[in-house]
Nanobody, 128 residues
Framework: VQLVESGGSLVQPGGSLTLSCAGS????????IAWFRQTPGQEREGVSC??????????TNSVKGRFTVYDFRDGAKNTIFLEMNSLRPEDTAVYYC????????????????????WGHGTQVTVSS
């Protein structure tokens, strides 16, 4: 399994941005894909996830109503998107996508220990 993030950029507060996580090497019914974010000196925080089998989704409280996770399947390739609206300066971070088991995305707080494969991250900066 390989994951590559893209779409990070500088955006003004209140603006929108959509991140992409291109995945290869896993089946069309992937287990779970999550988005985490990290700022210098802080723990990596779970933001959202989507489960392949039933498209169930999870969002951490701080992004509920502002972020949306969804996927697009094209044969053996999957792309997971994180649409981010009403961005705030506190959303500034490096965003990572990660692949884990089906149980890793089950409506509970995300744990990085449940995700074995990671992308290299993409920088999102929210600033005027």
């Amino acid at each position: 399994v390989q994951l590559v993030e893209s779409g990070g950029s500088l955006v003004q507060p209140g603006g929108s941005l959509t991140l992409s996580c291109a995945g290869s090497g896993f089946t069309s019914d992937y287990s779970s894909i999550a988005w985490f974010r990290q700022t210098p000196g802080q723990e990596r925080e779970g933001v959202s996830c989507i489960r392949g089998s039933d498209r169930s989704r999870y969002y951490t409280n701080s992004v509920k109503g502002r972020f949306t996770v969804y996927d697009f399947r094209d044969g053996a390739k999957n792309t997971i998107f994180l649409e981010m609206n009403s961005l705030r300066p506190e959303d500034t971070a490096v965003y990572y996508c990660a692949a884990g088991s089906r149980l890793a995305c089950s409506g509970k707080r995300l744990s990085r220990d449940d995700f074995a494969t990671w992308g290299h991250g993409t920088q999102v900066t929210v600033s005027s």
